[in-house]
């Protein structure tokens, strides 16, 4: 009964492979995100759909691309990884509306060797 | 530029020894004012939501305020299960669902 679910948990990987990390959330709300914690545990945001659209785009490397097939999935796929994308990704979801809290899942660890 | 600053960096207790996290605010109009619990390996967990100065809320051990310039967070009486980082957030106005978060205050409760 996970609410907010990511794949894998952990990513090793060399230098130029692309990967893919996958979210899903089955609290039925309408907006999901991707954020970045870097090793100073700071957390910043990289994207956000709401119902399948992009509405935040952070100043991030065209090498990183989200994809939302419906509204309980967002995926992230990363091309020609480097070494300092090495990082805890977190995705979360929130319901909109005034009560704005995300919920956050249990983050992929990626390290690019 | 909106911007959330947490401190102290570190704070280590004695159990049962009751302290505060500070967290410092700016932001072009406060829709909300987050407060996550975050346990190593894990994901920032929903603790508090809080929306205009005066407000209040709280949760066992836990309390969170807020006014127009900082948010704290008391603790009383903490246990050693209370160790973890307490993350502060805010979301503007004018920034549809974005949130902006601080770098966090690690918490540590000693025996």
């Known amino acids: 009964d996970t609410a907010v679910s990511q794949t894998p948990k952990y990513l090793v990987t060399q230098m130029g492979n692309d990967k893919s990390i996958k979210c899903e959330q089955n609290?039925?709300?309408?907006?999901m995100y991707w954020y970045k914690q870097d090793s100073k545990k700071f957390l910043k945001i990289m994207f956000s759909?709401?119902?399948?659209?992009?509405?935040i785009n952070e100043t991030v490397p065209n090498r990183f691309s989200p994809k939302s097939p419906d509204k309980a999935h967002l995926n992230l796929h990363i091309n020609s990884l480097e070494l300092g994308d090495s990082a805890v990704y977190f995705c979360?979801?929130?319901?909109?509306?005034?009560?704005?809290?995300?919920?956050f899942g249990p983050g992929t660890r990626l390290t690019v060797l | 530029e909106d911007q959330v600053t947490q401190s102290p960096e570190a704070l280590r207790l004695q159990e049962g020894e009751s302290s505060s996290l500070n967290c410092s605010y700016t932001?072009?109009?406060?829709?909300?004012l987050f407060w996550y619990r975050q346990d190593p390996g894990k994901g920032p967990e929903f603790l508090f939501t809080?929306?205009?100065a005066g407000e209040e809320k709280e949760k066992e051990r836990l309390k969170a305020t807020l006014t127009k310039k900082e948010s704290f967070l008391h603790i009383t009486a903490p246990k050693p299960e209370d160790s973890a980082t307490y993350l502060c957030?805010?979301?503007?106005?004018?920034?549809?669902?974005?949130?902006?978060f601080g770098s966090g205050t690690r918490l540590s409760i000693r025996p």
């Open positions: 759909y709401n119902n399948k659209e992009l509405i």
């Open positions: 932001v072009s109009g406060l829709r909300g």
């Open positions: 809080l929306y205009s």
């Open positions: 609290l039925g709300h309408d907006t």
């Open positions: 979360a979801s929130s319901g909109g509306g005034p009560y704005n809290e995300q919920f």
């Open positions: 957030a805010v979301q503007a106005y004018s920034s549809a669902s974005k949130i902006i």
